[in-house]
């Protein structure tokens, strides 16, 4: 008789635990997708110069991060490049449903600027000198903000300062377009930081121009932003850098490894991530100002630091730096 109870008990434990199982799951599936369609939705255009793996890395990257900078949001993407929209008929594809457009690259930005007027364009991976030569020409801006691959004076200035190739005074060179005609003095430990500001001009002579920089000085940076600055300048700096054995920053790593002690640049990564940034900010409170992006890489060329008797550390130089910038910033 127990035996008998035993068994009806268990034949009725057996459906219930599957039903109460299959209703744990489809409730749970239900809080999901209440929490799913409470999401903020956002369409994101991104437009390309090109469908270049370069292009294509920064996008990556943007996408990628962007949800870690933001999960309650439902980021809804489309992918387009300046060639394929310049083949197609028909334009409406691109702006039409998407809340902002995020260019990469010089080219794209000049076609979002001369096309979209009434959508907010984030324009990245250029510089502020191609940049400025877009939004020149009179037409509508107020919807256009823009993070630049430049480098910041303040913040080259700070890498040149944590080398200390020198007793104070300390010398610094920068062959570029400025941010300010007047520079400060900049202070480092041990002492004051000179710097000195010079450009290349059509009619100057390269050699003379970059050679009393050189010259005079114990760091001399290169600025990629450099008007009339050419293959043949850069190869110049290089060479009178060994003449004067003096420490040259340069803006790319290809110039580290062509010559230069070390660069100073944003790589593809660098400016997703900074567009990544500049977007969450665009959402929070609005198009931000046009500004250099925070992100960026350091290539330390270590044959040239041996023969200029220094030992760097790529990473403990980066390191360095973004506390200099925080503590500046506090």
Not at 185 to 203: K, N, S
Not at 309 to 321: E, H, V
């Amino acid at each position: 008789m127990l035996r008998t109870q035993t068994h009806i008990r268990l034949a009725v434990t057996k459906p219930t635990v599957v039903l109460l199982a299959v209703l744990c799951v489809w409730l749970s599936l239900g809080v999901s997708v209440k929490a799913q369609a409470e999401k903020r939705v956002i369409t994101i255009a991104t437009l390309s110069s090109s469908s270049s793996p370069v292009y294509q890395q920064v996008v990556r990257t943007f996408q990628n991060e962007l949800p870690k900078k933001n999960s309650a949001i439902e980021y809804r993407f489309s992918q387009y490049n300046v060639k394929e929209i310049q083949k197609s008929k028909s334009n409406n594809h691109l702006w039409q449903h998407a809340d902002m457009i995020v260019t990469v690259g010089s080219l794209a930005a000049k076609y979002a600027a001369n096309n979209i007027f009434n959508t907010p364009i984030i324009c990245g991976y250029l510089t502020r000198n191609s940049f400025q030569s877009i939004v020149s020409d009179g037409q509508k801006s107020e919807h256009i903000s823009a993070v630049f691959i430049d480098q910041p004076d303040e913040r080259l200035i700070g890498l040149a300062s944590l080398l200390q190739v020198s007793k104070p005074p300390y010398k610094i060179a920068l062959l570029g377009d400025a941010e300010s005609s007047n520079l400060p003095m900049y202070e480092r430990t041990g002492g004051d930081v000179i710097v000195t500001a010079g450009e290349l001009a059509v009619d100057d002579n390269p050699v003379k121009k970059i050679e009393a920089l050189m010259k005079s000085n114990d760091v001399f940076i290169v600025k990629p932003s450099a008007r009339h600055f050419n293959r043949l300048a850069a190869k110049l700096v290089l060479q009178l850098s060994m003449k004067y054995k003096v420490a040259v920053i340069g803006f790319s790593k290809k110039y580290a490894n062509a010559g230069a002690l070390l660069s100073l640049y944003a790589t593809p990564v660098d400016a997703g991530g900074d567009l990544a940034s500049t977007t969450i900010d665009f959402i929070n409170t609005g198009l931000s100002d046009r500004k250099s992006g925070k992100h960026f890489s350091i290539t330390v060329n270590n044959k040239i630091a041996g023969r200029q008797g220094l030992s760097l550390d790529a990473d403990n130089l980066q390191s360095a730096l973004e506390r200099q910038e925080g503590e500046r910033l506090e």
